[in-house]
């Protein structure tokens, strides 16, 4: 089963003031986000009140790494046919990971709409400010730490790059607007190095890792700018899901 997750953080200004309490959590609701939320996010909140009732954040967990929070609410399916009745509502819950050191919020299995709930929720909750959590967006730097490490020297066997999709690359006075590459071992090619160093910015890159510490075997990935992660490997543990986006935290840093 693919485990997706989207990645978000706390803004700078938030990234070490925010605190968990339980009763602060239980309480968080739309509505109240609302009330303290101003442009963008205030348009935003209301259109995710439309798709969601009943929302509910509760703390199940504290470990080592991060605290595990389940959010649950009935969300409003897609409308399928344009003049068709509102769609139903559906109840849905899934885990989110708040990360301590580097203060990355991670729900689980969750779209963009329905994870952005989440995501105003626990920033309401935890800084009293609905904006306080934003997505993350990789630059091209982040891309090429993560390429190197996948393909770093000190690797017992080495990790695989399987595809890529590049903006803005430009080679000899001819700029393309997109380039997609795919390949069993695309890292072998050096159209592929050469056009990773033309390129302007990266969307999204599909990677095989190295050999995970927690269990010794490699995980099937995509990663995408604005912080989508899904995980093709099947039967993921925790400690393994853990370990890789310790690794993205440092490689994102280091960016």
């Known amino acids: 089963m693919i485990k997706n997750c989207v990645i978000y953080k706390y803004l700078g200004a938030f990234n070490n003031v925010w605190v968990i309490d339980e009763d602060r959590l239980s309480s968080s609701k739309l509505e109240r986000c609302l009330q303290e939320a101003t442009g963008f996010t205030k348009s935003r909140l209301k259109?995710?009140?439309?798709?969601?009732?009943?929302?509910?954040?509760?703390?199940?967990?504290?470990?080592?790494?991060?605290?595990?929070?389940?959010?649950?609410?009935?969300?409003?399916?897609?409308?399928?046919?344009?003049?068709?009745?509102?769609?139903?509502?559906?109840?849905?819950?899934?885990?989110?990971?708040?990360?301590?050191?580097?203060?990355?919020v991670?729900?689980?299995?969750?779209?963009r709409k329905l994870s952005g709930v989440a995501a105003a929720l626990l920033s309401y909750a935890t800084t009293g400010n609905p904006s306080s959590i934003e997505l993350v967006k990789l630059k091209k730097e982040d891309f090429i730490n993560l390429k190197d490490w996948i393909l770093a020297d000190s690797h017992s066997i080495l990790g695989q790059i399987k595809g890529i999709t590049m903006h803005g690359v430009e080679e000899n006075s001819v700029k393309f607007k997109k380039v997609i590459l795919?390949?069993?071992?695309?890292?072998?090619?050096?159209?592929?190095?050469?056009?990773?160093?033309?390129?302007?910015?990266i969307a999204n890159m599909?990677?095989?890792?190295?050999?995970?510490?927690?269990?010794?075997?490699?995980?099937?990935?995509?990663?995408?700018?604005?912080?989508?992660?899904a995980i093709y490997t099947s039967n993921l543990l925790d400690s393994e899901l853990s370990e890789l986006i310790g690794i993205l935290e440092k490689l994102m840093k280091e960016g």
């Open 106 to 111: 991670v729900p689980f299995d969750a779209g």
């Open 47 to 104: 259109a995710l009140m439309e798709l969601t009732k009943d929302e509910k954040i509760s703390l199940e967990e504290e470990t080592k790494n991060h605290y595990i929070a389940t959010f649950s609410c009935e969300f409003r399916t897609p409308k399928l046919i344009a003049a068709s009745e509102a769609p139903p509502f559906v109840p849905v819950n899934f885990r989110i990971w708040l990360r301590k050191k580097s203060s990355l």
């Open 182 to 201: 795919n390949s069993s071992q695309l890292e072998k090619s050096p159209l592929f190095n050469q056009l990773l160093d033309y390129a302007s910015a």
């Open 206 to 229: 599909s990677f095989v890792t190295p050999p995970l510490e927690s269990t010794n075997r490699p995980l099937s990935c995509r990663i995408n700018y604005w912080g989508g992660l």
